[in-house]
């Protein structure tokens, strides 16, 4: 149904902050249909990647490209395109099921997906109160509501296990893969290892901005598993949570 060649590709992709380069010359393909983890010790590059993706950074050069088009050349990108970055960006004084028809009504998107997208993530019940009352874990998954709104070809996500309980992580494997299994495709940004080898098909290991590898996770981990992959290509250099 969805025939693109990558779902996210990078061009000798570069961003300077000053003295820093965030991230140096990477240039990947994202495959489509999968589940793709970003890896990469704190520091390496991963959300500056993911919000010059999304149009939310310009880079020094280079270029990237979602679904084969810049993310603001693309029609319609709030249907195309869902994105949960940063849950601290939620209004403390909003309830969840208002901040999600916030959300529908800035993306011009039907009002009844607030309903659904609420039942999908298990947030009915507390779709009432105000956020500020919200466990991290609770906030991770209105974030991920939110970024479902418009039932997107790729979904983008940083950390998106951050804050949630072992159950919680379980149901977010199962939700994305059962997302993905739609046609969509998921790149998520993580630092927990374990996490990321239950849960992807492809992994992009950043270290200092560049690219250390790129491929199906059998391929990159070469029988291993993945934090003795990790740390043989960051020598050592520890992603925090693992
Ligand atoms: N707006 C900014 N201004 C200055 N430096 C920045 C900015 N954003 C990121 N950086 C720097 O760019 C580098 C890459 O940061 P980035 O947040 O992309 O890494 P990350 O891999 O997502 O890290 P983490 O795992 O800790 O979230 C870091 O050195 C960071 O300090």
């Not at 991963?46 to 020094?60: D, V």
């Not at 970024?147 to 994305?176: I, K, S």
């Not at 270290?207 to 050592?236: F, I, M």
Request: hydrophobic share 40%.
């Amino acid at each position: 149904m969805h025939l693109w060649p990558a779902a996210l590709t990078a061009r000798h992709l570069t961003k300077t902050f000053g003295d820093v380069t965030a991230v140096d010359d990477l240039t990947v393909d994202i495959r489509p249909h999968r589940i793709t983890g970003l890896l990469g010790p704190n520091g390496s590059g991963k959300s500056t990647t993911l919000r010059m993706a999304l149009g939310l950074s310009r880079p020094t050069s280079g270029s990237v490209e979602v679904l084969g088009r810049r993310y603001r050349d693309l029609d319609r990108p709030t249907r195309r395109v869902g994105a949960a970055l940063d849950v601290t960006g939620i209004h403390p004084g909003r309830s969840g099921r208002d901040h999600l028809r916030v959300a529908c009504l800035s993306a011009g998107l039907p009002s009844e997906r607030v309903a659904e997208v609420l039942l999908g993530v298990g947030l009915v019940d507390a779709a009432d109160r105000k956020a500020r009352t919200y466990s991290l874990g609770m906030r991770q998954r209105l974030a991920l509501a939110t970024a479902l709104l418009g039932e997107p070809d790729l979904l983008v996500l940083d950390e998106p296990a951050n804050g949630l309980d072992p159950a919680g992580t379980h149901w977010l494997r199962e939700a994305l893969r059962a997302y993905v299994d739609t046609g969509a495709t998921v790149v998520l940004a993580s630092h927990v290892l374990a996490e990321i080898e239950q849960t992807v098909d492809d992994v992009v290991v950043l270290d200092r901005g560049r690219l250390l590898a790129a491929g199906p996770l059998a391929e990159v981990t070469g029988g291993r598993s993945l934090e003795d992959a990790y740390l043989g290509l960051t020598g050592g250099r520890r992603s925090g949570g693992c």
